[in-house]
């Protein structure tokens, strides 16, 4: 083979030479994906010329103009981080001490019995996301029990490729009550008493998205009894503690009460939404355990999992939220605006529902202010969603989600007229 | 009640880190910590690029930032500099429309991504028994990266010669010519990690020439661009000669390193397609596999290396900050083979100087690394890797004698 010497620049390929590699691609077999259900959404949004138009899509905080909201404790956060002038070492794989210790408080309690006896073990994860993940990896490779997975009906999109991918196997519960636009507490228990013992049952904790229906704590209570009856192994999901009703420690209650009531729990949280840090990947994934020796022992195994996906996980979110959590000012600071988001969002479901009744609406549209967290569950079919989209430019998901967040009072009124257009 | 845990094994900790954690546990003043892979100043302390703290302050101070979701794929400005640094300005296969990326969690999380996208779609669908290649020796995550995406088959091939110190050129294309068509191969873009011996660009030519006549895919790592030389552009000859050459190819990057952003996690997968359909067919399904591993990557890092990246006077002093860094590294290991020549410790010494990059793989065996460590405290890996930027003038005299006295003394 000749090699050029001396060449002063690299030669640039000719695809039509005779080559082996100049006829196809390795890629030629690789179909295009399907858009994404929620993120398609804020595409379409963003094609739309209409002044008017609205995104109740994809589900992030937007203040009363419609705009995105960094909260005061997060600034202050970021000035009091930066005047630190810290380094940027790597973390340890299991992430910021300073933020599991107080991620696993926020969530469990400060007087948790489960954090006095170390029985818990908390690692820092890529948001909700990361730690479902990291959680569907671990249950995959040590559940050997079971590979059953029950979603509530319906749940997050994204919680059904994720435990698939992880290995698992993907059954369903009733959830919804589409005719009551409310909480089937039958067909959940029913179903429930029929899982095989073991299975997973995955619960979303508060303001379950998308519908914004939650257990009631008397419902709650059931549920938990029945669960242990049926030995299944409980996942929650709790990504908008203190969006849904405000209160930081009301919207931990299932989950502390199933710790209570001696459910080792595996658990995930999110701060994306409760502190806006939505792009920095904030959250944690809590395994409680036996005792403090299964907790070392299940904390080295997340290690493993984890070293070969990101070795070790960003810093900025984790430390920010750290701040938060571990400083007096800032956290109450946090409290009251957290506990602000969540009220504006009452707010506007009250709006859309009066303004719905001034509309001259006949239907029920109770459900509006019962469901509860950043979704609501319109109850709107497929081809009404469609024409709130194409007449009205107000941009959802097919389900009938839309985000509360992106409701204002300066287009509540518009959205309830559109909606009454298409329901009347 | 029997718990479900009850049969987990504890697992052996990542060697890499506990070398680290036994450095910090050691009361001994002396101690040296020459393990993980992290620049260290003179002084023996994490540098913070001075252009990264200021461009930290102009990010702090801007109100109109926000922490909103990054898309999918991450910030478009971050992916398209960062390519643009791998393949050069002026990169036909840039101009031609045919370059991707996707913003990942480090260097690590773009193989991740990388190797997740092949097991899917690569040789086959679903293909998990197409070899794959990690140099012998490589980063020991390399192998837990390709595993855990699933594919079955993970493969050595011949890289380093212990006894000449230095490439095993002929093993190299040996296994290259003997491996099944289509296997992957992981190729460290240069300052291989941990050896810090890279093949010259004759000798990349020759591999290039095999790869391309036995269609084995190119996966680049690239974890170290500007720290071999201090050159940005000569680091990254091998990975634009290959493009030059027609491959479609994979480069992870990692900027952990050389924008000393550790912790913040700031890589980018770079694809190099045919044409754009083919890119953008790619692009469509590396979404599918960040959605259901992360969602989308974190903001604060990837904003921090595009506004550098993007501005010319921010861009510049960037690359001054890269060359003061490889600069260190190169005092150290020109020091350092000085002394052990010096005090005519057994052996050559050579090599020191010849490697490139952060690391070093010194040829002592295991016995006289653990004489390092228990008798001196100074801490390395068990390959006898170390990390030249743990070397400072302070400490180089205690080094080089302690390396002297574990060579003549230990077996």
Redo the contacts between chains.
Sequence with gaps: VKFLKNRRSLPVYDWNASSPLCCSSWWAGVQMGPPDPILGVTEAFKRDTNPKKMNLGVGAYRDDQGKPFVLDCVRKAEALISSKQLDKEYLAIGGLGDFTKSCAQLALGADSEVLKSGRNITVQTISGTGSLRIGANFLSRFHSASRDVYLPTPSWGNHTPIFRDAGMQLKAYRYYDPSTCGFDFKGTLDDISKMPERSVILLHACAHNPTGVDPKPEQWKEIADLVKKRDLLVFFDMAYQGFASGDIDRDAWAVRHFIEQGHNIVLSQSFAKNMGLYGERVGGLTLVCKDAEEAKRVESQLKILIRPIYSNPPMNGARIAATILNTTELYNIWLEEVHCMANRIIKMREQLAANLKSEGSTHNWEHVTDQIGMFCFTGLKPDQVERLTKEFSVYMTKDGRISMAGVTSGNVGYLAHGIHAVTK | IM????????????AV?KVTNDFKEDPNPKKVNLG?G?YRTDEG??W?LPV??KV??II?ADDSL???????LGLPEFRSSASKIALGEDS?AIQENRVGAVQ???G??AL?IGAEFLRR?????NNTRTPVYVSAPTWE?HN??F???GFEDVRPYKYWDAEKRGLDLSGFLGDLESAPKHSIFVLHACAHNPTGTDPTH?EW??VA?VM??R?L?VFFDSAYQGFASGCLDKDAWAV??F??????MFCAQSF?KNF??????VGNLTIV???PD?L???L??M??IV???????????ARLVAVTLNNPELFSEWKDNVKTMADRVLSMRASLRAKLEALETPGTWDHITQQIGMFSFTGLNPNQVEYLIKEKSIYLMASGRINMCGLTTKNIDYVAESIHESVVNVQ
């Excluded at chain 2, 718990?3 to 990542?14: K, Y």
């Excluded at chain 2, 000393?260 to 996690?265: Q, T, V």
């Design positions: 718990s479900l845990f009850g049969e987990v094994p504890q697992a052996t900790p990542v880190f993980v992290a302390q994490p913070v990264v703290k930290e302050k702090v926000n922490h909103e979701y990054l898309p999918i036909p990942c969690l480090g690590t999380g991740k779609w690569y040789n086959g669908n995550n837990a990266v595993v855990n995406a004759v030519m020759q020439e391309k006549r269609k895919f634009r000669y493009i030059t050459q027609g491959f479609e952990s000393g952003l550790y912790n913040e996690r397609a045919r044409d083919n953008k067919r790619v469509s399904q979404e599918k959605r259901v591993t992360w969602s989308n990557p974190p903001s604060q890092g």
